[in-house]
C-alpha cells in the first residue's frame, strides 16, 4: 500500500513507535488495535496476526 510506519500510526491514533514494536513481535496489539489494523489493510485479521502453536 505504500504506507508508511508514521502513515499507519497517525490512522489508528498510535505512535510509529507501536507500529514498529507490532511489526517485530515485540507487542501485541489489543483486540481494538488489531481489527482496526485488518480494516485498514482490508484484510482478515487471521491474515495478519496468528497465534504460535
Known amino acids: 500500500m505504500g504506507l508508511r510506519q508514521e502513515d499507519i500510526a497517525i490512522k489508528l491514533g498510535v ?7 507490532i511489526e517485530n513481535n515485540k507487542y501485541n496489539p489489543t483486540l481494538e488495535l488489531a481489527m482496526r489494523l485488518a480494516k485498514l489493510f482490508n484484510t482478515p485479521v487471521e491474515e495478519i496476526f496468528r497465534l504460535d502453536d
Open 15 to 21: 505512535t510509529r513507535q507501536t507500529i514498529n514494536a
